[in-house]
């Protein structure tokens, strides 16, 4: 069986950032506490996320070290199977801290996915 073609993906990511992002704008960690479809929304991108980066070829995160990929990866399992035990104050700081960057790095890996295929 084919594995999937990379850029769609890539694109996926970027558009489950950009819809967290646009959840978020605008609201606190209070806000993110109190709304339960703010909250469960956001969890549901971050996981669509983390499944999703899993497609991505080694030799392409390299080319973002400074992203912990092993833990944008892992992170869905925590909210699938351990949603439990997640706190909101470090969901919320995934949100407003890690997924900036993580856009900017996905964003340069479509680009070069997209170059490599032009070759």
Partial sequence: ????????ILVEIIAALDGISAAAAGKTLEDF????LLRHGIERGIE???????HIPDELTALAPEIPWKQVRGIGNVLRHEYHKTSDAIVWAVVTDNLPPLRVAVERILEASVQ???K
């Fill in 48 to 54: 669509i996320i983390s499944e999703a980066t899993r």
């Fill in 33 to 36: 506490r109190g709304d339960w």
């Fill in 1 to 8: 069986m084919a594995g999937r073609r990379l850029e769609p």
């Fill in 116 to 118: 490599e295929r032009g």
